[in-house]
């Protein structure tokens, strides 16, 4: 457990100097560029920082690219243990008319196969660094820190299956010229510059706005934000029964293929960390719940929500109104996952408080919270068993 008072952690700043400026994008207030100059080595979230961990870490799993970007991007996932045996008889959405979700699932019904998703918006490295830390300790055992984890490394090998993308939106993620923000105190403006994008005036795009446009039109912002792909698409609120874009078809064709019981879908946002309440069957909100419980009590219990008591953080009034219709939802109706969004703390700036005194995330917590949410959501699918579990079926052919 953390201390329970606030721990903070102090970054010198250090500016990009013109010449390391994005050519495509000249106009970022030079002050926007300053990160922090002494950067974790466990914090690995670039693209490029990820890609060369894969290639020269990943040795009990596979990495395989599951698809291409808009702009022309290997996307790269790793797996772990045996896929489902079989294709079914029939399509998700006829396994529920049929009564019988084994009809789609096929004769793999009862292996219980985990998907984690990270850097769907490009601007939010807290899911990507977590990824990877995850990776290394079902490799090694330990996080890039040199922590131990055996709690992971049983609950990895308590499943069927374990598929983990640590960036799905890889346009976004490149366009991002930061490491590491610098920390700005409760100053958000940065953080959401880069995330959300910023207009030809200067001003943050800012949190619903962003979804006004999409595709979004480069040319009339500053800077576009990691939340597009290089089509000017958010992928989490695709055109997901009409032209999707290459990332959203490639999360499609890889949960058709593997028919996932669990999705993860890290984000940044939160003030303390938070499972949402996705838009999905609602035959599997009871499900949902009891993973609440689990994720947001483990949290508590660890020190990193706004008290530290799992009882009142897993209760039924934290969690939120349903969220809207996007990927998880999408994802939901195309196999039958239970997909989950959690929304994390930034490294970039902090509005947390507990009984009146600010609470830090420093980049050190939320490596941590992100293990703790993989760790709490694979330990309930183990334990519960997964969709063939969840819901009996309704009659047997």
Known sequence: MRPHLPVVLIFLAVSLSAAERPAAFPDIPASYLEQAEHIPEFWVNTVEDVNRF????????????????A??????????GTPREGKGTTTFSGSLGFGDTRAYRGSGHERTVYLGLAGVHGGEFEGIAGMVNLISVIETGKDLRGREWPEITAAAASLGRLILVPVVNVDGRSRVPLRMEKYRGSDETVHEYFNTGGRLDGKIIDWPQCKEFIPLDFSRTQFPGGYPNDAGVN?????????RQPETQAL???????????????????????????????????????????????????????????????????????SSYNLDTALNLHCGALSVVIESPSHGFSTAKRDGKPVIFTVDDLVSVQLFCHLEAMRFLGDTGGRARWLPAKRRP
């Open 54 to 69: 894969l290639d020269e870490h990943v040795r009990k799993g596979s990495v395989q690219q599951i698809g291409v970007s």
């Open 71 to 80: 702009g022309g991007r290997p996307i790269r996932a790793v797996f772990y």
């Open 235 to 243: 992928v989490q609120h695709d055109d997901f029964l009409g032209k």
């Open 252 to 322: 499609f064709d890889l949960v058709a293929r593997e028919r996932p019981d669990l999705v993860l879908n890290m984000h940044t946002g939160a003030v303390f960390p938070l499972v949402l309440r996705p838009f999905a069957e609602p035959v599997l909100t009871p499900v949902f719940e009891n993973l609440f419980r689990r994720v947001q009590g483990r949290l508590a219990v660890e020190d990193y929500q706004a008290t530290i008591d799992p009882e009142r953080e897993g209760a039924a009034s934290r969690m939120k109104r349903l």
